[in-house]
């Protein structure tokens, strides 16, 4: 790194920006492009099993799947599983906050005594 003098800093900030510009204007562009649509990622059971946190027995997906709890594709005897669909399936699970808890009660009362 050259040292830079004290009059050397109109200059200096200057140039950094420019390149500060040049960067955004790249950003901007990048950002305002369409972005391709990600190819779908699809999974076998043992693909499916590594990726679950807890990694469930086989049995355990085959039941699931009997139950109709987790969102499947079957061609022949193969099953499938699209990546993006076990995880919306994962997060539909979510446990809900008391907070969240209490302001779906409150509403709830609050459209009943209104009528809605």
Known sequence: MSAYKFDDLPDVVATL???VKSLRHVIDERLSK???EQKSVWMDVKELQKFLPDHPAAPTVYGWIRNG???YYKKGKKLSFKR???????????QQTEAEIAAAAEDYVNRKRLGK
């Open 17 to 19: 920006v420019e390149e």
């Open 34 to 36: 369409p972005q391709p």
């Open 69 to 71: 709890l987790i969102p």
């Open 84 to 94: 993006s669909e076990i995880e919306e399936w994962m997060n539909s699970g979510r």
